[in-house]
């Protein structure tokens, strides 16, 4: 028979999995706290913008294996339990607040039956694992617990559910390893990396993957002030080093940098956790890291400030893009917005728009003014800044927009328009890393 599976948290990461499983033929329970969530899910609505994602959901409900619920007794007889729920910078301090980690273990602990497999997908500080599964077995035993980190990229969220890269499982015996081989055996069976490990080291392969991730992108971003600074063009010397496949080209991109749910809060967690284990010189380049991605949002508010004369007062600007990266509504530590809402601070118009994140920038940033379409948008604007590559960005005529804005000025904040387009349309244009024209 085929195993039962539950998926506890369904946010981006557990509503994707929780679907994707279903899609490969398991029944799958699907669990949260936040009851208007479950309500949304369990019509075929996913609560947030996820490419791909809501019609497999539809498709999974309908199919009658995937349901969802908010009642833990619901999931005492799954084989499998998934938690999935959200590891957020503490508000404190940059440590990773597990109290919803822990949370979640309390309650399936309660109910898990003997046999089970817990398997830990949250990004957890390294040594979490290890205290939630002797916590397990002292309530049952003959249950057990495994890592299985997620390596899903938003707006591919599907794919790379259904497709991943590899597979990394920290497991503490043979059995929790096969019951994750018949988990993913459609993987396996295409040949997807599987690789087996003790429970820290595969908590440590996500936030060492994401901190390389986080320096690539602030390597390529301290490369940009170099530029700046000596008249060169990043974006060639990034196309120029990515040739070596030892570096490669993808996420050189000079920018706004790096925001969203995981990579910031990631490599704070990671700092604070190696300062428990007396480790604190060994991350010491993290914090560079995030300084250079903060210094990276901050030089286009300042580069904005200029470009409007030092006043921003009663003067209107133009923010293309609100998440915190294309294709998603996620605006979880999102540059554009932060950037959006330091121009409102000095005063400035600060109109946004965004094709997925406005409902979610309202809530946030209830300050800032919104419009539904790109012309509207443009209309008036002294000042435009482009600061969320989505593609629908990158087909705006210039000849056009000029014929709207006021100003003719605009900063593009991800390196991605076509800056000899816009210059030949009468408009100049900045970006980070290359000469303004
Ligand atoms: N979003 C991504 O792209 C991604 C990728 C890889 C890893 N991760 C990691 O996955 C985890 C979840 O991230 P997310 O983006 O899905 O977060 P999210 O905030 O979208 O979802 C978390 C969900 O957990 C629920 N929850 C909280 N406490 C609960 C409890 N006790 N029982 C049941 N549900 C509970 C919340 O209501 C929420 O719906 C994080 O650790 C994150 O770092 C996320």
Known sequence: ???????????????????????????????????????????????FFEPEL???????????????TTDFSAIADCDVHFICVGTPQMKDGLAADISYVNASLDAVAKIVKSGALVVGKSTVPVGTAMRLREKLLSINPAADLAWNPEFLREGFAVEDTLHPSRLVVGVMSDSAENILKEVYA?????????????????????VAA?????????FINAMAEICDASGADVTVLAQAIGYDPRIGNKFLQAG???????LPKDIRAFMARAGEL?????LEFLREIDSIN???????????????????????????????????????????????????????????HDPKAIENSKKKYPELSYVDSVDELLAGADLVLHLTEWKQYREIDPVHAKSLAHGAIII??????????????????HAVGRTSR
């Not at 294309?326 to 000095?346: E, F, G, H, T």
């Open 210 to 218: 994401n901190s390389f991730l986080a320096t690539k992108i602030s």
């Open 412 to 429: 593009d904040g991800r390196n991605a328009l076509d800056m000899n387009a816009w210059s030949s349309a009468g408009w100049r244009i």
């Open 54 to 68: 809501e019609p497999l959901l539809a498709e999974q409900i309908a199919s009658g294996r995937l349901t969802f």
């Open 294 to 352: 903060n210094r990276s949002r901050n030089k286009v508010v300042e580069m904005a400030k200029r470009e409007l004369g030092g006043s921003c007062e009663g003067k209107r600007v133009a923010v293309l893009g609100a998440a915190f990266k294309p294709n998603s509504d996620d605006i979880r530590d999102s540059p554009a917005l932060y950037i959006a809402s330091q121009l409102k601070v000095a005063g400035a118009d600060v109109v946004v």
């Open 278 to 282: 007396g480790a604190t010189e060994s």
């Open 1 to 47: 028979m085929a195993l039962k599976l539950s998926v506890i948290g369904t946010g981006y990461l557990g509503a994707t999995h929780a679907a994707c499983m279903a899609s490969l033929g398991f029944d799958v329970v699907g669990i949260d706290v936040d009851e208007s969530k479950i309500s949304q899910l369990k019509l075929g609505k996913v609560p």
């Open 186 to 206: 459609a993987n396996l069976a295409e040949g997807t990396p599987w690789v087996r490990s003790d429970l820290p080291t595969a908590e440590l392969v996500k």
């Open 256 to 262: 706004i940098g790096f925001g969203g749910g995981c």
